[in-house]
């Protein structure tokens, strides 16, 4: 039996297979080692996986995650799932490749991720080839939940926020803006709870103007300063996994439009793609 699973800042989604590529599939919590560590990772995983998972049967995980940008992060991850999968074999890879895998399988091109965080990368079929970092929630993130979040809080914390959203917005949360503030600057895993007021501005029907603007304003952001950076990024077609890339897609489209590009595939979740990726390359190596 084999495990892959495609892992963000938020959420996990987890794939069994067993000998007949029969799929079992399952979540758990995002794990993002810039913000966790293997303990934390190891406890969460023990608590949050089926307790009648065939633990020592599984011989291989594949794993990709948010924040695994080297070797150091990728053994924290690696560490914990060692330890709850003691015989299988544990490859740990950027989140980035899961989703140009799953974008793409073998074919080249470029590949986005606009969910909690942002990413993007050129692909050519079978490794990145070209990456401009995001920056992360505090220095960009541009595009993502957390972008789209953080501007939604900035803008009640500072009174900008119209009244009749900022009034659904109170009611909904019941949050002060100290209690945000506190929420943002003391507590843990403040990309997360920045990325989660993106549903929100997905839901909000109280003044579509004001939240679309926010919508396309961090859709713009992403596109002047990360994808049009790409070296003829127009000649490529905009492929995106992501829920804040899913959720507002019609505005990403507007957008890509707007700079040139053609759209492909935008999908929220990589892990049935990526499943079909690593079935296809188990059948190439029985075959080899």
Same mark, same amino acid.
């Given at each position: ?5 495609? +892992? ?14 029969? #799929? ?5 919590? @995002? ?13 969460? =995983? ?14 291989? %995980?594949?794993?990709?995650?948010? @924040?695994? *940008?080297?070797?150091? !992060? ?12 003691? #015989?299988?074999?544990?490859? %740990?890879? *950027?989140? =980035? ?11 080249? +091109? ?5 969910? $909690? ?8 079929? *079978?490794?990145?080839?070209? *990456? ?6 505090? =220095? ?13 809080? $900035?803008?009640?914390?500072? @009174?900008?926020?119209?009244?009749? %959203? ?7 949360? !019941? ?88 759209? +492909? ?9 990526? %499943? ?8 190439? !190596?029985?075959?080899?």
């Amino acid at each position: 039996m084999i495990i892959i699973a495609d +892992g963000g800042s938020t959420k996990t989604n987890w794939c069994l297979l067993d000998q007949s590529n029969k #799929k079992i599939y399952f979540n758990t919590e @995002g794990y993002n080692p810039y913000f966790v560590d293997s303990e934390y990772i190891e406890s969460s =995983l023990r608590k949050g996986l089926p307790q009648d998972l065939p633990y020592d049967e599984v011989i291989e %995980v594949n794993y990709y995650g948010a @924040g695994v *940008h080297n070797k150091e !992060k990728a053994q924290i991850v690696a560490k914990a799932i060692e330890s709850v999968f003691p #015989k299988a074999k544990v490859e %740990v890879g *950027h989140d =980035l490749l899961a989703a140009a895998r799953a974008l793409l399988g073998r074919n080249s +091109g470029f590949a986005a991720i606009l969910g $909690t965080g942002t990413n993007s990368c050129i692909y050519d079929g *079978h490794e990145i080839t070209y *990456h401009i970092d995001s920056a992360a929630y505090i =220095l960009g993130d541009e595009g993502s939940g957390a972008y789209i979040g953080k501007k939604l809080l $900035t803008d009640f914390i500072r @009174g900008l926020m119209p009244k009749d %959203v900022a009034e659904a917005f109170f009611e909904t949360y !019941k949050m002060t803006p100290d209690e945000i503030m506190d929420a943002v600057y003391s507590k843990p895993l403040a990309n997360r709870f920045c990325a989660s007021f993106s549903k929100f501005v997905y839901d909000n029907n109280v003044n579509i103007g004001y939240t679309r603007q926010i919508v396309e304003d961090a859709f713009e952001d992403f596109f002047a300063n990360l994808v049009s950076q790409y070296p003829n990024y127009k000649d490529y077609t905009f492929n995106c996994i992501g829920s804040v890339g899913y959720n507002f897609r019609n505005v990403l489209e507007a957008k890509a439009s707007d700079y040139g590009m053609k759209v +492909g595939k935008i999908i929220r979740s990589p892990i049935d793609d990526l %499943v079909k990726f690593h079935i296809e390359r188990l059948e190439e !190596k029985k075959s080899n």
